[in-house]
């Protein structure tokens, strides 16, 4: 099965330090890329961070950086520095090239992320 | 300016209506999505439309029915709407080339 899995339902941090998302999927594509996604409680899906599979360097975004392990096919975020505004639910997504023309995500279930003060 | 944009944000009706909820994207893009989030927050492709064609339909009651009038705009619309149909529904795009998909606020639909 293609499947994209998130272990922690719920993570907590607090504010100024920092948090380790993981994620896991299986697939049976060389090429494909990785995506988080946050959705806070406006429920609007925000691109964080993104990761194509075929690059070994982890992709950094600001506080966000990736783990990209991809013979273990894990894809963890961490988030340096937390700050209240990135307490949200994280989606990690897989985007599936295959079969070809049918482009898709598939996604994890998500991890709560609270934030401290 | 909205990237893309669903219209409505929120619609409550009753069992057995039917309804529509429309989405707009101005970013140039070929491909649209419907995807649908559940009361868990679980989210599932639905349909995909690229040129006006459809391409993707996963495993969805024939009570949804998707159009795409043209490459900037993917209408759905629900038949007899159920109990189980409630849900935030959100719309996506994106261009053939690229892989990051670009998301709308979302419509929560309630059923009563």
């Known amino acids: 099965a293609q499947t994209v899995t998130q272990s922690q339902p719920e993570m907590s941090v607090q504010e100024a330090e920092t948090v380790t998302l993981s994620c896991t999927y299986d697939?049976?594509?060389?090429?494909?890329?990785l995506f988080w996604y946050k959705q806070p409680p406006s429920r609007q899906m925000i691109l964080v961070i993104r990761q194509e599979a075929y690059k070994q360097q982890n992709a950094t975004e600001n506080r966000f950086s990736v783990n990209f392990q991809k013979a273990a096919k894990s894809f963890s975020l961490k988030i340096s520095d937390s700050q209240l505004g990135d307490a949200a639910m994280y989606f990690c997504a897989r985007g599936r090239t295959r079969p070809l023309g049918t482009y898709k995500y598939i996604f994890g279930t998500g991890t709560r992320l609270k934030v401290l003060a | 300016d909205t990237a893309v944009s669903q219209t409505p944000k929120y619609l409550v009706t009753q069992m057995g209506n039917d309804k529509s909820i429309k989405c707009e994207q101005n970013?140039?893009?070929?491909?649209m999505y419907w995807y649908k989030q559940d009361s868990k927050k679980f989210l599932k492709i639905m349909f995909s439309y690229n040129n006006k064609e459809l391409i993707i339909n996963e495993t969805v009651p024939n009570r949804f029915s998707p159009k795409s009038p043209d490459k900037a705009h993917l209408n759905l619309h629900i038949n007899s709407l159920e109990l189980g149909d409630s849900a935030v529904y959100f719309c996506?795009?994106?261009?053939?080339?690229?892989?990051?998909?670009?998301f709308g606020p979302g419509t929560r639909l309630t059923v009563t």
């Open positions: 970013l140039g893009h070929d491909t």
């Open positions: 996506a795009s994106r261009h053939t080339s690229g892989h990051e998909q670009y």
């Open positions: 697939t049976s594509e060389s090429d494909y890329y």
